[in-house]
């Protein structure tokens, strides 16, 4: 089993900076990707960037590239995602995920482990 615990959200204006944080513990060596995903009122769970842990091979949302940064710290069980210049569009929660259940298919919102989420609000 894996536990995964988010840290870093909050309350930003549109335009600034948030640095969010997904710790894991229990059988951590059993990690090959960590994901985040963000859900906004009302719409689905949507992918925002993930990192496979072996080879360290990001991968974005088109609609994050070049603002959002997904990095990995093993030695801390840690991943990390910057999100810079946020729009109000990014409200969201925010949540970390471990081990896609078909994993060509990180994309999806279909993982074995789950954080229980951390809140991003954008003002305009």
């Known amino acids: 089993q894996v536990q995964l615990v988010e840290s870093g959200g909050g309350l930003v204006q549109a335009g600034g900076s948030l640095r969010l944080s997904c710790t894991a513990s229990g059988s951590v060596f059993s990690i090959s990707v960590m994901t985040w995903f963000r859900q906004a009122p009302g719409k689905e769970r949507e992918f925002v960037a993930a990192?496979?842990?072996?080879?360290?091979?990001?991968y974005y949302a088109d609609s994050v590239k070049g603002r959002f940064t997904i990095s990995g710290d093993n030695a801390k069980n840690m991943v990390a995602l910057q999100m810079n210049n946020l729009k109000a569009e990014a409200t969201a929660i925010y949540y970390c995920a471990a081990n896609p259940r078909v994993p060509i298919l990180l994309r999806r919102p279909s993982y074995d482990y789950w954080g229980q989420g951390t809140q991003v609000t954008v003002s305009s």
């Open positions: 990192i496979r842990g072996s080879t360290g091979t990001t």
